[in-house]
Structure formats: structure tokens, C-alpha cells
């Protein structure tokens, strides 16, 4: 295989690699700590990286030092393993996993904050105060849904050893006590 071949094919598996990360080439730059245009340029195939940026890219890809390498020469990348090589790379110049905790932590907080308004308006006897109640909760499951299924989180906060607590009792009553109300409602 050529070295143009070679180089090529890397910046194929990374560019796969990123997309699968849903991660955009300015984000990957940012994550591994280089500049865009190094990011850019291996995903082109036009330009091998210096030794610490290839390693600042693989961690924040959560790739194994010398997975570049191991893809140049024709093999397939090292996925990191663990928790503590997650942490490494998260060190070294990746933030994947700080940024999958803080996406899942943005959608709990809404989430949160979608109970408690929900919560202030199940005392209001207006009855279309029922009907923004189970829309602030349809929200919540939506919100809860995607801060356990957004791209790349599930398999970032798993390696990372990270859990997403379930929604709370008193969400899945008052989801319950909802879904009791509208079938009354449509039956009588």
C-alpha cells in the first residue's frame, strides 16, 4: 500500500470514527486539543500528524496510542478498555466523556426542572392545567430518553463506568396518575 493509500484510509477510519461520535471536525479538533486545520488535513489524507497530535486525536476518538499506526499499516484501531484509559485520554486532550456526562447532565437538569413545573400545576383546578401536566411529562421522558441515548453517550459513560439514575417514583407516578386521568377522561 502507498504512503498516499495509507494516509488516505486513515483519514477514512478517522472521519468514520468522528462521524460515529457525532462529533463534527471542530469539536474532534477542540477534544484532542490541536488546531482544525490538523484535524482537516488527516481526514483528507493529505498530511500526517506530529507524534503528540496523533496521540492527543486517538484519545480523544477514544482510540488506544498507535491506533493511527496499527490503520496506516493496514490493521484496525484499539478501542480504549477501561475506565482509567478513558481518564487518560480524557487528560491528555480528549473530553469525550466529560462532554457525554455534561450533555446527559443538561438533559437530567431539564428534565428536572420539567417535574418541577409540572409539579406546580397539579393543584390548579383549571382542567386545561391537566392537559400541560401530561405534556411536561411527555417532555421529561423525552428529556430523560435522550440523556440516556444521545449520540455517543451510552457507549462513553458505559466504558467510562458512568450510570444514568432512572427517572424518580414520583415521575412515574404522576406519569401513571396522568395516564389513569386521560383514560377516564376518554371513557366518560
Known amino acids: 500500500m502507498t504512503d498516499a493509500t495509507s494516509l488516505e484510509r486513515v483519514g477514512r477510519e478517522v472521519q468514520r470514527r468522528r462521524l460515529g461520535l457525532s462529533m ?33 486525536i486517538e484519545k480523544a476518538l477514544g482510540w488506544s496510542a498507535g491506533s493511527l499506526e496499527q490503520i496506516r499499516a493496514g490493521g484496525k484501531p484499539t478501542e480504549l478498555q477501561d475506565a482509567a484509559e478513558i481518564s487518560d485520554a480524557t487528560e491528555v486532550g480528549g473530553s469525550q466523556v466529560e462532554a457525554a456526562r455534561a450533555t446527559r447532565d443538561q438533559f437530567v437538569t431539564l428534565a428536572n426542572g420539567i417535574r418541577q413545573a409540572a409539579g406546580l400545576l397539579l393543584d390548579v383546578p383549571d382542567p386545561r392545567a391537566r392537559t400541560v401536566v401530561q405534556m411536561l411529562d411527555e417532555l421529561e421522558r423525552t428529556a430523560l430518553l435522550q440523556a440516556a441515548s444521545a449520540p455517543g453517550i451510552p457507549r462513553l459513560l458505559h466504558t467510562a463506568g458512568t450510570k444514568l439514575a432512572a427517572p424518580s417514583d414520583e415521575a412515574l407516578e404522576r406519569y401513571a396518575a396522568n395516564e389513569a386521568a386521560e383514560r377516564e377522561h376518554h371513557n366518560g
Not at 486539543?33 to 507524534?51: F, H, I, N, Q
Open 24 to 56: 463534527d471536525p471542530t469539536t474532534l479538533a477542540r477534544n484532542a486539543g490541536v488546531d482544525t486545520k490538523t484535524t482537516r488535513a488527516l481526514e483528507a489524507g493529505e498530511r500526517w500528524p506530529r507524534d503528540m497530535s496523533r496521540l492527543k
